[in-house]
């Protein structure tokens, strides 16, 4: 049984999540059948609904073979340095998140914890002074990292022209030798309690296979014929309803994310939307807030369930993006959590029948790594300060025991745990939990065995650096421009 | 604000082993400012100088301390260890080593082992495993060579050292005491504690003299008599599992090669080390008393050993586990004192390492915070017990049932967490994926094959490939590694370059 080999994968669902499931299936193993039913795409699917995308999309599509020309340039789409959060913590700055280092550390501690020093001297500029990514995305300009420049170490995400991005998906799945099959499920023949035997189409006809992979969404068609056990985060995560809207605007390489006493609203240029919770604010108020910030009038509200299943992958079925885990945009992680599924599967293929502790392993990295992300998320909510009751009764909240841990643990020293299968780098914990004034108790011993003025004097080189270099790089229009034309040419 | 509540942290330490100078040097060399070290040993109390042979953290160790390789190695005499040669533990006869290196180049988006589990599956005639391996296959040719920069297969192993523990604990007190701890002799007659907390505030030794401290560190070895002794911590008990308690030590003088690596070979009621250093070689039978009296072992280690013998058999008893919290109120035990595990990977000074660097990183104000404590103990917890698999796996893969002690660990149960990681080898060639602990995917690799563990599955992306043309790729590398290796000097010869100890010794 062990020894047949896995030859045959159906992938469900009609959005970019399908797509790059397929590609990448066909791609690392060639000799596999795979199969897209590309069925309508569920409006409620954030993974691919959703332009702003982390890093790890970059890396998804160069491991495929999808260069910045046709991934990037011809698809329209825009750079991401990071988010700027606006409003999170009454009183202080607006900060950003930008997704790379923070400062340089001087000896073995790391750069934030003398950043803390610093700030308890009353000395300390800006924590996000210190990002080169930061510096760039507050000043709308754009360069790719560069080893040689004080603009390195970092990465960046997009801003995504959805439907040229899906359709470029689809060329490539294509040029790769996946089979598409249009049409609408009607329904899934189980085999046994854990196992599908087929996809039943409207169209009476029907698709088997070794392995199913369900990205049709929240309604999750296919895995949740099997069981319908998740768990619950709205305890943790308080936006249920989502409104998008499309106003005529560039991609902006710094998103902008403002806090609002029913959730947040958010605007990367092409896309702009509005995360609340249903119990604060109703749908029509909520319409007109997100038509106030954008200009652009908004979309039917799509209902997120805050929230995932603990075993995405049961019997011959595995589920991925919003048919996994449905949560909130914040911080951009529902294509991610998708992605990083797909890489998962392709480094743990199975046979043609799974074995239960290859799925229990795939399963248990897949929900450790959900569980960090609303980790993540969990931790704005915790340590916002805001005086609106919703967002009161989230700072009074009990995290989860994980989140608790890290909370605990950075308070009193400023001390980030390790976490297996952590999505946020140690500098976005700090950029956000310092961004918001959530600062530790103490100074390390490390930082102090170094004296404060020299670390003083080597903080404000590094920031002169930044600020010296910043006029020389393009604006991320102009950057984005000379790309174009570049291909054009 | 000032840099700590009150000024330095006085730091008592109890013990003046390894682990003992280890700690002092650390600390006094690391937080300056924070930390006053009085460190308190008897002369009395004789020394285990547990780990002679290392792992390849050591290094980190040393350079965070400043100490130079070749002075450090030529005054503990130590030589090169680029793995360990594991003897007759699958089955008699069988040899193989666990390198400090990758199987393969070690790039590629599916690693080495797939490839030759497919080979071993089909039943191809291939060479040994070692020899595709860089450590390996330098370990076995009798050489040694720092690791090249670049990325190139020279590149795709670390290093650790053999070396005189007896010696190391004087080199790191030079260093200690240089930079300002201070040393007492004597020896503790009483342990003074809070009536309240519980806390211990001060020893009290021999001569009469009273240390007051804020922090206790517990390196008394297996006495463990602040954290054992004084604060009773409960010992968690592992002996069902390693069931080994007793070792009986003897060097001799080096009759064969100075090998560059630790050789482990399994005995009828245990196992048997051979650590070849530059004057001597450290040997010893570890073993379980249940099944072979003290005299007997002896006996077994005195025919074994491949020399003149330079001193007489001495046994040392342990048993197998770690004490519950190893920071219990203001005592943290380091070494021996918190736990022990056998030492057949060479994990005891990583233990004394890994708690020293917790314990910096988590250092105290003189107020001991819960949250210091707690977190020291959940990350060496976690340290002893991946450890403690790995080890249990050596005893349960194997097909001897050449003695009652083999037939008892072979069938004995095994944790679960240790069985998962069986499963998923046995199943499709997976190694249960982390990234914090000690032994990584190449180290399972290594025990798994070497002892016979050949898993039925593996990745499907390697089927791609036909099998000739692995075959192919498979010699390929083995010539590649095998021409690169001869060019390298020879171990000893290096050494005698690099680092020889002082001709006076």
């Given at each position: 049984m062990r020894g047949e080999r896995l030859e045959r994968i159906v992938v469900a669902g009609g959005g970019i999540t399908a797509w790059c499931a397929a590609a990448a299936l066909k791609r690392h193993a060639p000799s596999l059948d795979v199969t897209i039913l590309a069925c309508t795409p569920s409006p409620d699917a954030l993974a691919d609904r959703i332009a702003c995308t982390l890093p790890s999309l970059l890396g998804f599509q160069e491991d495929l073979g999808i260069g910045v020309a046709d991934g990037i340039v011809r698809t329209g789409s825009g750079y991401r340095l990071g988010t700027l959060f606006v409003?999170?913590?009454?009183g202080l700055p607006d900060y950003v998140h930008a997704y790379g280092r923070y400062g340089t550390s001087f000896g073995?501690?790391?750069?934030y914890l003398h950043w803390v020093r610093s700030a308890q001297d009353g000395?300390?500029?800006?924590?996000?002074?210190?990002s080169p990514a930061a510096a760039l995305a507050r000043a709308g300009r754009f360069v790719p990292p560069?080893?040689?420049?004080?603009?390195?170490d970092y990465e960046c995400g997009l801003t995504l022209d959805l439907p040229r991005h899906a359709a470029m998906l689809r060329a490539f799945a294509l040029h790769v030798g996946i089979r598409e099959i249009v049409g609408e499920i009607a329904g899934v023949t189980l085999d046994?309690?854990?196992?599908?035997a087929a996809i039943r189409l409207v169209d009476g006809s029907a698709q088997s296979a070794d392995l199913f992979i369900d990205?049709?969404?929240?309604?999750?068609r296919l895995r949740g014929s099997i069981d319908a056990v998740r768990d619950d985060w709205s305890a943790w995560l308080p936006c249920d309803r989502v409104l998008l809207a499309e106003p005529d605007a560039e991609p902006a390489v710094l998103t902008t994310v403002t806090a609002h006493q029913a959730g947040w609203h958010w605007s990367s240029g092409g896309q702009a939307g509005f995360a609340y919770a249903a119990n604060a604010i109703s749908d029509s108020k909520a319409a007109r807030v997100l038509r106030n910030a954008s200009g652009a009038t908004p979309g039917e509200p799509i209902r997120i369930r805050s929230g995932?299943?603990?075993?995405?992958?049961l019997g011959n079925c595995l589920a991925i993006g919003d048919a996994a885990t449905q949560i909130e945009p914040l911080e951009w992680c529902n294509l991610h959590l998708a992605l990083s599924a797909i890489d998962r599967l392709i480094t743990m293929l199975p046979g043609r029948i799974a074995t239960p502790v290859e799925v229990a392993e795939f399963n248990r990295q897949t929900r450790a790594e959900a569980e960090r992300v609303r980790d993540f998320l969990a931790m704005h909510y915790r340590t916002a300060q805001r005086d609106n009751p919703l967002w009161r009764t989230l700072a009074a909240t009990a995290p989860p025991a994980s989140l608790a841990h890290t909370l605990v643990q950075f308070a009193e020293r400023g001390r980030l745990p390790f976490h297996e299968?952590?999505?946020?780098a140690r500098d976005s914990w700090a950029a956000v939990l310092i961004g918001q004034g959530f600062l530790p108790r103490r100074v390390d011993p490390l930082v102090s065995t170094i004296p404060a003025a020299s670390v003083r004097t080597a903080m404000a080189r590094q920031t002169a650096a930044i600020t010296a270099a910043l006029p020389h790089v393009p604006t991320h229009a102009a950057y984005r421009a000379a790309q174009t034309r570049h291909l054009t040419r | 604000m000032p840099l700590t509540a009150g000024g330095d942290v006085r730091v008592v330490v109890v013990g003046g082993g390894t682990a003992g100078w280890m700690t002092a040097a650390a600390l006094v060399r690391l937080l300056p400012g924070h930390a006053s070290v009085h460190l308190v040993e008897s002369k009395t109390i004789g020394v285990v100088?547990?780990?002679e042979a290392t792992l390849p953290h050591m290094r980190a160790f040393n350079e965070r301390l400043g100490i130079d390789e070749a002075d450090f190695m030529a005054r503990t005499r130590a030589t090169f260890k680029l793995g360990i040669e594991f003897r007759?533990?699958?089955?008699?006869?069988d040899s193989y080593i666990h390198p400090f290196g990758t199987f393969g180049?070690?790039?590629?988006?599916?690693?080495f082992h797939h490839y030759w589990t497919r080979l071993l599956r089909e039943g191809k005639a291939l060479p040994?495993?070692?020899?595709?391996?860089y450590a390996g296959a330098l370990a076995r040719g009798g050489k040694f060579d720092h690791p090249a920069t670049?990325?190139?297969?020279?590149?795709?192993y670390g290093y650790a050292y053999q070396f005189d523990a007896l010696l190391f604990a004087p080199y790191l007190r030079q260093i200690a005491q240089e930079s300002g701890a201070r040393r007492t002799e004597g020896t503790v007659v009483s342990v003074d504690r809070d009536?309240?907390?519980?806390?211990?505030?001060a020893i009290d030794l021999d001569s009469g003299e009273r240390i007051e401290g804020d922090l206790f560190v517990d390196c008394?070895?297996?006495?463990?008599?602040?954290?054992?002794?004084?604060?009773?911590?409960p010992f968690a008990d592992w002996s069902h599992w390693l069931p080994t308690d007793r070792a009986v030590a003897m060097p001799c003088r080096t009759r064969t090669a100075v090998t560059p690596y630790t050789s482990a070979i399994a005995m009828p009621s245990g196992w048997r080390w051979r650590i070849p250093l530059q004057h001597r070689t450290g040997n010893g039978y570890v073993y379980a008393s249940a099944f072979v009296s003290d005299d007997d072992a002896r006996r077994a280690l005195g025919t074994a050993v491949?020399?003149?013998?330079?001193a007489a058999p001495r046994v040392l008893r342990f048993k197998a586990g770690r004490r519950?919290?190893?920071?219990?109120g203001n005592c943290v035990a380091i070494g021996l004192a918190s736990g022990f595990l056998e030492p057949l990977e060479s994990t005891s000074i990583y233990l004394v390492q890994q708690a020293i660097t917790a314990l910096i990183e988590?250092?105290?104000?003189?107020?001991?915070s819960a949250t210091d404590r707690d977190e020291f103990n959940r990350v060496i917890d976690l340290e002893y017990d991946r450890i403690r698999d790995f080890l249990i796996l050596h005893y349960h893969a194997t097909t001897r049932s050449d003695s009652p002690f083999w037939d008892y660990v072979r069938t004995m149960p095994i944790p679960d967490t240790l069985s998962e990681k069986l499963d998923l080898w046995r199943t499709r060639a997976r190694i249960v994926k982390y990234?914090?602990?000690?032994?990584?995917d190449p180290s399972w690799v290594a025990v798994y094959l070497g002892q016979g563990?050949?898993?039925?599955?593996?990745?499907?992306?390697?089927?791609?490939?036909a099998t000739v043309a692995l075959l192919d790729s498979v010699e390929a590398l083995r010539a590649e590694i095998a021409g690169d290796v001869a060019c390298r000097p020879d171990h000893r010869s290096f050494i005698e370059r690099y680092c020889a100890m002082p001709q006076a010794a």
């Amino acid at each position: 049984m062990r020894g047949e080999r896995l030859e045959r994968i159906v992938v469900a669902g009609g959005g970019i999540t399908a797509w790059c499931a397929a590609a990448a299936l066909k791609r690392h193993a060639p000799s596999l059948d795979v199969t897209i039913l590309a069925c309508t795409p569920s409006p409620d699917a954030l993974a691919d609904r959703i332009a702003c995308t982390l890093p790890s999309l970059l890396g998804f599509q160069e491991d495929l073979g999808i260069g910045v020309a046709d991934g990037i340039v011809r698809t329209g789409s825009g750079y991401r340095l990071g988010t700027l959060f606006v409003g999170w913590a009454a009183g202080l700055p607006d900060y950003v998140h930008a997704y790379g280092r923070y400062g340089t550390s001087f000896g073995p501690a790391a750069f934030y914890l003398h950043w803390v020093r610093s700030a308890q001297d009353g000395t300390a500029a800006p924590f996000d002074s210190h990002s080169p990514a930061a510096a760039l995305a507050r000043a709308g300009r754009f360069v790719p990292p560069t080893a040689t420049s004080p603009f390195a170490d970092y990465e960046c995400g997009l801003t995504l022209d959805l439907p040229r991005h899906a359709a470029m998906l689809r060329a490539f799945a294509l040029h790769v030798g996946i089979r598409e099959i249009v049409g609408e499920i009607a329904g899934v023949t189980l085999d046994g309690d854990t196992a599908i035997a087929a996809i039943r189409l409207v169209d009476g006809s029907a698709q088997s296979a070794d392995l199913f992979i369900d990205a049709t969404g929240p309604e999750a068609r296919l895995r949740g014929s099997i069981d319908a056990v998740r768990d619950d985060w709205s305890a943790w995560l308080p936006c249920d309803r989502v409104l998008l809207a499309e106003p005529d605007a560039e991609p902006a390489v710094l998103t902008t994310v403002t806090a609002h006493q029913a959730g947040w609203h958010w605007s990367s240029g092409g896309q702009a939307g509005f995360a609340y919770a249903a119990n604060a604010i109703s749908d029509s108020k909520a319409a007109r807030v997100l038509r106030n910030a954008s200009g652009a009038t908004p979309g039917e509200p799509i209902r997120i369930r805050s929230g995932t299943r603990p075993q995405p992958w049961l019997g011959n079925c595995l589920a991925i993006g919003d048919a996994a885990t449905q949560i909130e945009p914040l911080e951009w992680c529902n294509l991610h959590l998708a992605l990083s599924a797909i890489d998962r599967l392709i480094t743990m293929l199975p046979g043609r029948i799974a074995t239960p502790v290859e799925v229990a392993e795939f399963n248990r990295q897949t929900r450790a790594e959900a569980e960090r992300v609303r980790d993540f998320l969990a931790m704005h909510y915790r340590t916002a300060q805001r005086d609106n009751p919703l967002w009161r009764t989230l700072a009074a909240t009990a995290p989860p025991a994980s989140l608790a841990h890290t909370l605990v643990q950075f308070a009193e020293r400023g001390r980030l745990p390790f976490h297996e299968e952590e999505t946020f780098a140690r500098d976005s914990w700090a950029a956000v939990l310092i961004g918001q004034g959530f600062l530790p108790r103490r100074v390390d011993p490390l930082v102090s065995t170094i004296p404060a003025a020299s670390v003083r004097t080597a903080m404000a080189r590094q920031t002169a650096a930044i600020t010296a270099a910043l006029p020389h790089v393009p604006t991320h229009a102009a950057y984005r421009a000379a790309q174009t034309r570049h291909l054009t040419r | 604000m000032p840099l700590t509540a009150g000024g330095d942290v006085r730091v008592v330490v109890v013990g003046g082993g390894t682990a003992g100078w280890m700690t002092a040097a650390a600390l006094v060399r690391l937080l300056p400012g924070h930390a006053s070290v009085h460190l308190v040993e008897s002369k009395t109390i004789g020394v285990v100088g547990v780990g002679e042979a290392t792992l390849p953290h050591m290094r980190a160790f040393n350079e965070r301390l400043g100490i130079d390789e070749a002075d450090f190695m030529a005054r503990t005499r130590a030589t090169f260890k680029l793995g360990i040669e594991f003897r007759d533990w699958g089955r008699i006869g069988d040899s193989y080593i666990h390198p400090f290196g990758t199987f393969g180049r070690g790039t590629g988006t599916v690693d080495f082992h797939h490839y030759w589990t497919r080979l071993l599956r089909e039943g191809k005639a291939l060479p040994a495993l070692d020899s595709l391996s860089y450590a390996g296959a330098l370990a076995r040719g009798g050489k040694f060579d720092h690791p090249a920069t670049g990325g190139t297969l020279a590149g795709t192993y670390g290093y650790a050292y053999q070396f005189d523990a007896l010696l190391f604990a004087p080199y790191l007190r030079q260093i200690a005491q240089e930079s300002g701890a201070r040393r007492t002799e004597g020896t503790v007659v009483s342990v003074d504690r809070d009536g309240e907390s519980g806390d211990i505030k001060a020893i009290d030794l021999d001569s009469g003299e009273r240390i007051e401290g804020d922090l206790f560190v517990d390196c008394s070895g297996f006495r463990s008599l602040l954290l054992g002794s004084a604060l009773e911590e409960p010992f968690a008990d592992w002996s069902h599992w390693l069931p080994t308690d007793r070792a009986v030590a003897m060097p001799c003088r080096t009759r064969t090669a100075v090998t560059p690596y630790t050789s482990a070979i399994a005995m009828p009621s245990g196992w048997r080390w051979r650590i070849p250093l530059q004057h001597r070689t450290g040997n010893g039978y570890v073993y379980a008393s249940a099944f072979v009296s003290d005299d007997d072992a002896r006996r077994a280690l005195g025919t074994a050993v491949e020399g003149e013998a330079l001193a007489a058999p001495r046994v040392l008893r342990f048993k197998a586990g770690r004490r519950r919290r190893s920071w219990v109120g203001n005592c943290v035990a380091i070494g021996l004192a918190s736990g022990f595990l056998e030492p057949l990977e060479s994990t005891s000074i990583y233990l004394v390492q890994q708690a020293i660097t917790a314990l910096i990183e988590l250092f105290p104000e003189r107020r001991i915070s819960a949250t210091d404590r707690d977190e020291f103990n959940r990350v060496i917890d976690l340290e002893y017990d991946r450890i403690r698999d790995f080890l249990i796996l050596h005893y349960h893969a194997t097909t001897r049932s050449d003695s009652p002690f083999w037939d008892y660990v072979r069938t004995m149960p095994i944790p679960d967490t240790l069985s998962e990681k069986l499963d998923l080898w046995r199943t499709r060639a997976r190694i249960v994926k982390y990234r914090e602990g000690v032994f990584l995917d190449p180290s399972w690799v290594a025990v798994y094959l070497g002892q016979g563990i050949v898993p039925e599955g593996w990745d499907p992306r390697v089927d791609t490939v036909a099998t000739v043309a692995l075959l192919d790729s498979v010699e390929a590398l083995r010539a590649e590694i095998a021409g690169d290796v001869a060019c390298r000097p020879d171990h000893r010869s290096f050494i005698e370059r690099y680092c020889a100890m002082p001709q006076a010794a």
